[in-house]
Every structure is written in C-alpha cells, then in structure tokens.
C-alpha cells in the first residue's frame, strides 16, 4: 500500500511499545522485538508517539522527506502504524 507525504497515519496504542533513546540510537521496542534507528531520527519517533493520528508532512521539517517517508513506510510493515481510511 503506498503512502505519500498526505496519507493519513495510526499509530499502535501506547501500551503496546515503548521509545528508549541514549547517544547512538533509538530503540522501538514493538510487540517483543527491538528495532535500533539512528539517534537522529529520535525526533520523528517522538512525534510519532505524541500523536494518535498524523500525516508525514507533519513530521519534524529538518530531516529530509525521503527519510520521513521511509520510516513511515518501514513502521507500517512493521504494523505500528495503520493507514487511516
């Protein structure tokens, strides 16, 4: 399923991950699996889990789309975000 800058995202409930961060990484944690991402991406993650629902466009400006759309479309194989109807 393809996605765009305007698609419209749900992210998994809170109770189901959780975000850690130190210098070096960001480790989302998600349904018994750990998956490390660059510490400089720590700021898309924790909008992501601010928020319920979000479109890519809205995600922090100063990474590039590219990476903001790539890791939104990893994060929905992984099945912690839904497309919203």
């Known amino acids: 399923m393809a ?7 749900q992210t998994a409930a809170s109770s189901q991950y959780r975000i850690v961060q130190n210098a070096v990484s960001t480790v989302l944690e998600f349904k018994g699996k750990r998956h490390v991402f660059p510490a400089e991406l720590a700021p898309i993650l924790r909008t992501i889990s601010e928020r319920s629902v979000f479109r890519t466009a809205e995600l922090p400006a100063n ?5 903001r759309l790539g890791l939104s479309r990893y994060l929905l194989d992984l099945g912690f975000l ?4």
């Open 3 to 9: 996605i765009d800058e305007q698609s419209p995202l």
């Open 63 to 67: 990474v590039p789309v590219e990476t």
């Open 82 to 85: 839904t497309r919203v109807q």
